[in-house]
């Protein structure tokens, strides 16, 4: 079954109960019994609702995973499955990773006496001398956020092996259309589906995806516990979404293969981040392991002096944080996504005041090119 057909008829996209044609929006926090004493499929939302359960089935899906699980946010999905870790643990997470995670593991792990580093994940050298005895959990995010830096995904997986450590991936800005994580030996894969999976930016959810019942049975008692459990509309709203994910992201790595030749090129940019342009770093890992670079790039212009005026100029992509959308949006990562970390712990990552990052949407890539000149201009 090809990828947009999978979308459309791979998972429950009619109601079992009615037929419709669309999952219903079952708006309810509880059920009715039945009888007393005898054990039905939904008893309370906080537990399982059949929208939610319809997305997680189409998580399993996506995911080529044996468990779903849907969240409230990225953040939620995230902080759950760093919620593994006990008081005496160590775990690692590559210096450039999400501001949120950087902030939940630099600031909310170490009061539940839990240790952290941060490292070149890119580097197997620097992963080796990072593990102490108490290390239990390596944290991937390739390509990262925002510098687009590549993480060899099967090495990282061997390291872990041999050290019986768990791995959790972040997958956001590939998506599995375009990379999967748990294919590749992953334990546990996070995405925000506020992003690319959802695609209209009118949706904040997350999704937990892995093969492993023990720790699924672990996430679902979290799951229901913790209760950051994904509202009923943003379920639907997040199915309705994924239907066109396969088309829309076919568009908006075309455009984002086509932008980041642009701007390379330009001589008012000084460098562009994207996996699969000539020069990156780390190309063919990104290659061995991914189908293409996704759509999310990121740029420096020469001269930080002219950053407000090129965002006042711009006429077509929207300025704005969050990424995935169907319409293209520049954000400046040192005041939005990165702001929660200080200037030296940005300057460490290397997200600087002059970088600039942009999801690529499926506007018609002429028109982008031709705004994105005018405003350099």
Request: with cysteine; glycine share 10%.
């Given at each position: 079954m090809g990828t947009n057909t999978e979308l459309l008829h791979g998972y429950p996209v009619v109601d079992p109960y009615t037929g419709a044609a669309s999952i219903p929006k079952y708006q309810t926090s509880t059920f009715n019994q039945q009888a007393s004493g005898e054990h039905q499929e939904y008893s309370y939302t906080r537990f399982g609702n059949p929208t939610v359960s319809a997305l997680e089935e189409a998580i399993k899906k996506l995911e080529h995973a044996a468990y779903g699980l849907a969240f409230s946010s990225g953040m939620a999905a995230i902080s759950n499955v760093l919620m593994l870790l006990k008081a005496g643990d160590h775990a690692i997470f590559p210096h450039e990773v999400y501001g949120g995670t950087c902030q939940f593991a630099g600031e909310i792990l170490p009061n539940y006496g839990i240790e952290t580093s941060f490292i070149d994940m890119s580097s197997i050298e620097e992963l080796e001398a990072a593990i102490q005895e108490n290390t239990k959990l390596i944290y991937i995010e390739t390509p990262s956020n925002p510098l687009l830096k590549v993480s060899d995904i099967k090495k990282i997986v061997q390291v872990a092996a041999k050290h019986k450590l768990l791995t959790v991936a972040d997958n956001t800005f590939m998506t599995p259309l375009n990379q999967r994580p748990l294919d590749l030996g992953v334990d546990l894969v996070v995405e925000s589906m506020t992003k690319f999976i959802n695609g209209h930016s009118d949706v904040v959810a997350g999704l937990i995806a892995t093969n492993d019942t023990r720790?699924?049975?672990?996430?679902?008692?979290?799951?229901?516990?913790?209760?950051?459990?994904?509202?009923?509309?943003?379920?639907?709203?997040?199915?309705?979404?994924?239907?066109?994910?396969?088309?829309?992201?076919?568009?908006?790595?075309?455009?984002?293969?086509?932008?980041?030749?642009?701007?390379?090129?330009?001589?008012?940019?000084?460098?562009?981040?994207?996996?699969?342009?000539?020069?990156?770093?780390?190309?063919?890992?990104?290659?061995?392991?991914?189908?293409?670079?996704?759509?999310?790039?990121?740029?420096?212009?020469?001269?930080?002096a002219d950053l407000e005026k090129f965002i006042k100029n711009m006429k077509v992509p929207i300025y704005a944080v969050s990424?995935?959308?169907?319409?293209?949006?520049?954000?400046?990562?040192?005041?939005?996504?990165?702001?929660?970390?200080?200037?030296?712990?940005?300057?460490?990552?290397?997200?600087?005041?002059?970088?600039?990052?942009?999801?690529?949407?499926?506007?018609?890539?002429e028109d982008l090119l031709a705004d994105l000149e005018q405003a350099l201009k």
């Open positions: 720790l699924y049975e672990k996430l679902y008692l979290f799951q229901k516990n913790f209760g950051g459990i994904l509202g009923i509309e943003e379920a639907w709203l997040v199915l309705r979404g994924m239907k066109t994910l396969g088309l829309r992201m076919a568009k908006s790595v075309e455009n984002a293969e086509k932008l980041a030749e642009f701007l390379s090129q330009h001589p008012k940019v000084s460098k562009v981040y994207y996996p699969s342009l000539a020069g990156h770093d780390n190309a063919t890992v990104q290659k061995s392991q991914a189908k293409n670079g996704g759509a999310v790039l990121s740029f420096e212009l020469k001269d930080e990424l995935g959308g169907v319409e293209t949006i520049i954000s400046h990562p040192a005041s939005m996504s990165h702001a929660c970390l200080t200037a030296e712990e940005r300057a460490e990552q290397g997200v600087t005041d002059g970088l600039l990052r942009m999801s690529c949407g499926i506007e018609d890539v």
